[in-house]
């Protein structure tokens, strides 16, 4: 029995969960929505769901928590708004043990879906002033909101400026384009289907960014090779294709989204896929320092703990026999809220590892510390991973997945490279 859900109310739940869109969503094609605020949920691929339930013990750290699966619902209210609903799989309300949904709001208070070209938002400010904008004739309304959302889904590099007032983390939350246009092709495939079906399997997961106030995620799609061995030939030659134009043919790994908070400028950077497949070599070594900088600094205190986590996640998957995380991406995470300040005659343990830039003479009485300097790196997307276990491939490989094992090696490589070249 999957461990589904936690500490909440059966009734409440049996009403349903209505989901929200996952707003640190910076690549994949596959739509992630929020359960909660520890909790994500995307559509049941049977791979993937496959290799989450086998997943070898050396690997979990690496992974995102898997924590079952949810029923999930097409729905539209009164208003005409078009809802996505969990509920427990098969109307099963035993499993309500081990996910915290305690901080689910009460329906009317939670984001919904327009039928439209967008979405909008209620009972948040930013989004009150955006709609607000747009208060004209319904007609005009629509085909503006039509055409602002074509520009955002070919913007390869965009920049927001975060309002000064109130709250970083709660203004950085709502300009994700990428998750804007995940969330509206998903709505779109399910309307069309509705009348055929409107019953949908959601895997539950692990929220990786729960823990950061600003989060700041590099997702990099690995391996020389991303089609599996059942893809149709024309997906085949796509894939092949893409590999060969992008650095993912000479260093196996490419950049596929990136979310970054520009301290300097009070600005959020994103990069999509798209830019990410024109990148050179050198092209892809400045995007990784650019994820890195926060527009005054380079967060160099980041390094050494990347690349131990890197080289530890390298050394776990040569020693699997038979994964091919084929299309599989790796996610760097870490806080981008800035530094906080502290006295330089502070304890001396309040002063451990200051960086460089911190001693400048412009720092006068004060040294900037890093606050905690975790960062995540995780594997995910296994809806075309195979290995020998499975049973039911034509094509059965033998060691490790090279491909994957070349990617991380250059990556790991050229963060060293950066770090040197920062430090000369």
Known sequence: MSPAFGAMEVEHYSKGVLLEPFVHQVGGHSCVLRFNDKTICKPLIQREHQFYETLPTEMRKFTPQYEGVVSVSFEEDEDGNLCLIAYPLNGDHDNLENLDNSDCEPKSKLLRWTNKKTMLLENEKISKEWVRQHRKEEKMKSHKLEEEFEWLKKSEVLYYTVEKKGNV?????????????????????????????????????????????????????????????????????????????????????????????????????????????????????????????????????????????????????????????YSSSLLIIYDGKERQEVAVDSDPEDLEDLSEESSDESAGAYAYKPTASTVDVRMIDFAHTTCKYYGEDSVVHEGQDTGYVFGLQNLIDIIKEIRDESSE
Request: glycine fraction near 6%; hydrophobic fraction near 30%.
């Open 169 to 325: 983390s709660s203004q950085f939350k709502h300009h994700n384009p990428w998750s804007m246009k995940c969330h509206q092709q998903q709505l779109q495939r399910m309307k069309e289907n509705a009348k055929h079906r409107n019953q949908y399997k959601f895997i539950l997961l692990e929220n990786l960014t729960s823990r950061y106030e600003v989060p700041c995620v590099l997702d990099l799609k690995m391996g020389t090779r991303q089609h599996g061995a059942d893809a149709a030939e024309e997906k085949k030659a796509n894939q092949i294709r893409k590999c060969q134009q992008s650095t993912s043919a000479v260093i196996g790994v490419r950049v596929c989204g990136m979310q970054v908070y520009q301290a300097g400028t009070g600005q959020l950077m994103f990069m999509n896929k798209y830019h990410g497949r024109k990148l050179s070599v050198q092209g892809f070594k400045e995007a990784l320092y650019q994820f890195f900088h926060n527009g005054k600094y380079l967060r160099r205190e980041l390094f050494e703990s990347v690349i131990k986590k890197l080289t530890e996640l390298k050394s776990v998957l040569e020693k699997q026999e038979s994964y091919r995380f």
